[in-house]
């Protein structure tokens, strides 16, 4: 089971950082993502990363390369998204999901768990 959480409202430029709560165990060949939707728009990727062995791959979509940052906390089976430098179109419901290793990370589809959404409102 995930749950998201950390949404807001932020100015034009400012930063959050989501955080997506695993309850269990997330087995090491999952993939965890993020995805958004905003109003009247089709869910999108966000990033994601998978494992393989003990090599971490991240994956981000273009409009949120170089501004978001998605990272893991094994301890705490946390996965968090930190978002610096946030634009009015990165308004939308943040979702965080998982699955097994499928060969694609930017698809919806290709994950079977997903958390609630938080909102996030940017202002300009």
């Known amino acids: 089971q995930l749950q998201a959480s950390g949404g807001g409202l932020v100015q034009a430029g400012g930063s959050l950082r989501l955080a997506c709560a695993a309850s269990g165990r997330t087995p090491s060949t999952y993939v965890m993502g993020w995805f958004r939707q905003a109003p009247g728009k089709e869910r999108e990727f966000v990033a994601a990363?998978?494992?393989?062995?003990?090599?971490?791959?991240?994956f981000y979509a273009d409009s949120v390369k170089g501004r978001f940052t998605i990272s893991r906390d094994n301890a705490k089976n946390m996965v968090y998204l930190q978002m610096n430098s946030l634009k009015p179109e990165d308004t939308a419901v943040y979702s965080c999901?998982?699955?097994?290793?499928?060969?694609?990370?930017?698809?919806?589809?290709?994950?079977?768990?997903w958390g609630q959404g938080t909102q996030v409102t940017v202002s300009s």
């Open positions: 990363f998978r494992w393989s062995g003990s090599t971490t791959y991240t």
């Open positions: 999901a998982a699955g097994p290793y499928t060969g694609t990370l930017s698809l919806a589809r290709a994950y079977p768990y």
